[in-house]
């Protein structure tokens, strides 16, 4: 089991910036791969931005470019720096992690809103 706690959320204006964490719990040391997904209300939820045990990382289209995601192993957390935010990616941010050998576990959520 993996436990995910996501933070860092809040309301912010368009082209400004947050930083949202992820801090994993439990069997950490089977996690083989983790990664941020967003749903936005009336949306299916979709990828934002993965990461693998060897450091590389993919994202949606619509975030290259703005976002970035990053690990730190020694303290089980994934972030995810989102610079020139968007009205559009006003969201719930979910965390999410790839357990060998195909197990998966999200966390709670976190809200983003961008607007003036």
């Known amino acids: 089991q993996v436990q995910l706690v996501e933070s860092g959320g809040g309301l912010v204006q368009p082209g400004g910036s947050l930083r949202l964490s992820c801090i994993a719990s439990?069997?950490?040391?089977?996690?083989?791969?983790m990664g941020w997904y967003r749903q936005a209300p009336g949306h299916t939820r979709e990828l934002v931005a993965t990461?693998?045990?060897?450091?590389?990382?993919d994202y949606a289209d619509s975030v290259k470019g703005r976002f970035t995601i990053s690990r730190d192993n020694a303290k089980n957390t994934m972030y995810l720096q989102m610079n020139s935010l968007k009205p559009e990616d006003t969201a719930v941010y979910y965390c999410?992690?790839?357990?060998?050998?195909?197990?998966?576990?999200w966390g709670q959520g976190t809200q983003v809103t961008v607007s003036s």
């Open positions: 999410n992690a790839h357990h060998w050998p195909s197990y998966y576990y």
């Open positions: 439990g069997s950490v040391f089977g996690i083989v791969a």
């Open positions: 990461i693998n045990n060897g450091g590389d990382t």
